[in-house]
């Protein structure tokens, strides 16, 4: 980045060491990446994980969509597809939702927003990973020595007495995966709590950061009960523990109290780092602050804690009390009322902006439209009587895929083009990543929307065949997935393509003003050369201003910024 | 530049292109800036941990209460078969062991190099007589033949026996009794003879089938025990490996009056262990 | 005058929900409402479709227009507006908690009425299995399928004696877990109007909805809702099957009832069970089976012994190739549904077997085995 003076007056360029030395290039070699305690590199590995396990699972859903395509058993067997809808859950839950922006995205960015030079506990954070590398492992293990076919929702007793699959393989991996989330969460409360700078009280910080910690928040509360309830899975499995076997006296139903007291939370862990990010691209690609601040980081909190008390909604036709059923309705209603705060603050802070059409803000925009979908109808299945309907059909399987998919996974991908410039130092090619995110969205889609009407039409779900009439529809869904597959491909190309020929990324491409963007791309290995900056408000936007020249957005200094002020436009 | 960085962060300086003099102590962290940041960021650390911790016995702690509420005879029944003495025990075991490791923390607090050994030490010591005890227990429940699960199959001999819902006492103990009361060359204690034995296992049998049917689910009552007792021995074995590693480095001269946060986290960590015993106890051996 | 406006708006509301019905795409897919209580659920679902059509078209409407009118463009700066208002935050608060709450209060009220069965409910016993279903009638009748009276009650009381499973019939909008260990229920009311002029019978789907292993898919059946006379007629015939009919046509009827077919074909084609064909011929002629006992391979006769403790206690004689994945039928077969059993697989190979004879016809007359029949038989 030069430092020559540009069209603007008195501008300030941060000073770049030479020869340009950063996090990634500071030190090669494998181990010097998986034994770093370096966040950044913890954050990429994870980043690379995550992908690959995420072409797994994706890799068992298109073979699901081609099987399903038609009736009748086409390229597999009952027994294979059995197998190929619980893996397919099982990773997709396990390996990538839960750990995929607060692992990859969260470990990147969160020590740098708060100025500081790592997470609390580097050791910690690096056994987070070996441990997600360990659970992944056993399930590879699972794969290869039988597979997994009890749904990823291991039901018992099912998966406790009738099945010789490889139950205790997965369940051990997803114990320990469970650690690793507990970890990466204990870490980001503690980093937050302790390593805030000068100023930053909790309503100065980003609201990225409220997302995580709310996110931990649950991370640490729920996943322990996860942990103990797949324990008393296997050791019933292995040594007929009793508690889940009606033979002895035990309950199959208090095994999905147990599970959905965990897995239920868990969703509020997928999608609360992914409103995290959408708040920080919405604000910058409208240039403008972001509204309702305090509102948008209690919802956080609102969400984290009522999404506790709602696990009996996955049970209505369980066989569990009317009472109970009651309750969780009723709860249930009171998670959605902070869901909807947060987007209309959202739809708010466009409200006269200057709304930038890049691709994260593409990425974001999609979300809107997704998890728009996919939240209300939420409401279908919160109402008792409509669930009852549609509990355990295709209009589940579709509502869940818009909020896990349409929801997280589309955040995600803005969250990474967000940050990309920031963590490779390369910017991307902005028009091929636009189309990809348009085949993207139009494939999920044709793929996921007549999956509703297959609901309605009162299609089962976990069907390796249907009957004749759901047909069409199937086909439908089918053909958006292979839509849905080209535009995510579209999407790895372009990434890609960036890091071998992409051009050099500037230290603020989108002129946000969290910290992060104080520094250069990609950061030194100390996350700052010098002390960083005061952090202020994070969404003061107008401290930086665009350079035609540069492509960039540089600093503005504070007379400009008073100058700014003085020539008539509102208060800071 | 490493970025291979160890808590000793002695090779740090010249690790950070800072262009600053920063005088590195060997026990502060690079990314922290005091020592009260850090100490602070791994107190409240430990303290989340242990709230983890609380939340996954939760779930087996939630279990029992179902269990118990749903099935209120089988744990009348089957706590006979635990032996209180031993429960009891070791319960004053874990609250001297909890008193040495708070004991080492104020050592270390005031700089005592030997107090601070000594305490880790006697703790270990305490955690070992503990999970001593339990060994004894859980060989004794394998002897009498009542495992968890699909595995009880109890021998006749040490049955509990129950008459009209009171409790009698153990087949083997009511047999010997009530057949030196009828026989007077039975001796009521000390040696039996091998035939004498025999008559008394015999007879066992026979009480075990007059008094009142065993209740269903009993099986999962030791299910529950050992489960709960077996994570919790666990626990006490992480323990010892935390505390030794900790012992260790104290030898090494590691702590001093400004750093000793291990010290204070891994005591925390066993008074939870500590605690969550002193609810076990009651709730598994002191049935009335 | 009150009940002209309550009558009024009670109309308005009909032909609001009528039209609403039409014009949604979701509704036309749903089943006919064929119970007394799937327009209230339909009805649910019309009220927060329309309010989600609403707040769609709002979100997705109003970001394209923000997106449309505001886009960066040459000239065309952010304003700083408020950057919060409290007035605006509690407005779209309260106003969705409203709303939630109605829905949550007729959701409640539909779920009420869905678990509360009306005192006078014709009883139906529903055993589930992977991966068949059984139900059993006062008389005693069982069938693999659903038979109902039109236009009253009915209560289902099920179990199921190995997984999970759930009793799904779309078209009475209702659904209930059937677990092992103990008993759940379900009611419905296949209303009178179902049945068109001249109808006598209509049927429906009823799935199982909880994942069961294997043949999850495959647990479909059948509801049949018949009209009074029709419905009486056929639990007659049905209680009174092994009486009444050839026993090898009992004995394929209750091949069914039992969800034998579930994992045994009655060809060659091996499935979870052995294809039975084989063993038919095996019997036949004479001849002998691979199977596995107390861990040992062994060659057994195929004869009425092995056939009948196949049937019975299928663990202790697992034929070599296959797992022990039959349900002990010992205690839940009688005498006379373990006799029509035999003698329809002897069947599939054996034409003896197919005689026109009941099966206490040919046990009173003469042998239940051996390839002597009555003389007096058809095809």
Redesign the interface.
Known sequence: MSSTTTATPTTTQPHQ?APE?N?LN??SGF??WF????HK?IGIMYLVAIFAAFGLGGFFALALRTELAQAGQDIMD??VY?QMFTLHGAIMVFLVIIPSIPAALGNFVL?IMLG?????????NLFSFHLYVVGAIFFVLTLMGGGL???WTF????STG???TMVTTAVLGAFILGFSS?FT???F???I???RPQGMGFFNMPLFLWGMYATAVIQ??????L???L??LA??RN?????FD?????????FQH?FWFYSHPAVYIMILPGMAVISEIISVF??????????IAISSIAIALFGFFVWGHHM????QS?AM??IF??IT?SV??PS??K???W??T????????KAPMVWA?GF??LF??GG??G??L????????Y???YFVVAHFHYVMVGGTLWAFFGGIYYWWPKITGKMYEEKPAIIASLVSLVGFNVLFFPQ??LG???M????????PKYEFWHLVSTIGAYILLAGLLMVLWNLIRSLTSGGKAPQNPWGANTLEWHTPSPP???NF??DPPYAGDP?ALDHWAWDPETQSYVHIAASEQELARVEG??AL | ?????T?APADSAEA????HDHHHDPTL????DSHE?QF??GK??IW??L???I??????F??YA??RAN?PEVFHYAHHYLDTKWGAINTVVLLVSSLTAAWAVRSAQLGDQKGLQRNLLITILCAFGFMGIKTIEYTAKYHHGTL????FHPHADSMILIEDGEFVGVAKDVARQELAAMYPDMPAEGELTAGQEEAVHLYSAKLVEQADPVP??V??FF??YF?MTG?HGVHVVAGIFAIFWVYLRARRGEFTKKYFGAVDYVALYWHLVDLIWIYLFPLLYLIS | MLTHITAALASTLATVQDASQELT???H???DQASTTAA??DN??LF?FW??AL??VI??A??GY??WK???REG??????????NV??VT??VI??LL??V??W??????????QAPADAYPIQVTAQ?WNWKFTYPNGAESPELHVPVGRPVKLTMTSI???H?L?V??F?????V????Y?TLWFDAKDGVLKEGQDMVEY?L????????????M?TKVFVHEDESFAAWAEETANFIQNEPAYVAGQKQFLISGCNACHAVTDEAGTGPGLLQLSQLIKGGGSVDVTIGGAQQSVPADDNYLRESILNASAAIKVGY?NQMPLFQGQLSEEQLGVLMIYIKSLADENYRAESTLSQLEGGGEVEGTETDTDQGE
């Not at chain 1, 089962?460 to 009957?467: G, S």
């Not at chain 2, 530049?1 to 960085?5: D, G, R």
């Not at chain 2, 950070?16 to 262009?19: C, P």
Request: with cysteine; charged share 15%.
């Open positions: 060491s030395e996090y500071c030190s181990l010097s034994f770093t305690l370096d590199r009952m027994n059995n020590p500081a030079k790592d997470v609390a506990f580097p050791r910690l076919d009890t749904g039901y018992t007793p099912y009738h099945t010789d507990i969460g204990i870490n409360m503690v980093t709590h302790k390593m640490v509360l729920a996943t322990p009960v942990g103990i309830t324990l008393m050791i019933e040594f007929g523990l009793g508690i009606p033979a002895l006296g035990g309950d199959p139903v208090l147990f409208s240039r403008k602050h972001i509204f309702g601040y305090k509102f209505f036709t369980s066989g009317t059923s009651t309705s009723a209603f959605a009322v909807a705060i987007i209309f603050n739809m708010t466009m409200y006269k902006g200057e709304i930038i059409l925009l809107l439209w728009g979908i209300l109808t409401l279908f919160g109402t008792m009587n409509t669930d009852v309907y509990h355990d059909t509703f009407f309605n039409m009162g089962p779900r976990r069907y390796a065949d249907y009957l030194p290995h100390t050369e010098a969404y436009h509102d | 530049m490493s970025s291979t960085s808590a950070h292109g800072h262009g962290a690079h990314h922290f940041q602070d960021a409240l650390g989340v941990f709230v983890t911790e939340l996954f016995f939760s779930g087996l939630c279990a179902i269990w099935h968890p699960g699909a595995n269903d689910s099986p999962v299910s529950i489960f994570l | 795409p979701g509704p897919l749903f089943p209230e659920t649910v679902y927060i309010l989600c707040a769609f979100i997705v109003g970001t923000f997106v505001y886009r960066a065309h700066k952010a304003e700083k507006t408020a950057t919060h208002d605006l935050e779209w608060t969705p908690t939630f709450g829905m949550f007729v959701g409640m009220k539909g779920y009420v009425g869905l678990k992977k190995d997984v999970l759930s799904f779309p078209a909008r209702v659904k209930q877990d677990v092992p260990g103990r759940t789907d799935f199982c909805t909880e994942y069961c292993g294997e043949q999850h898919s495959a479909i797992t």
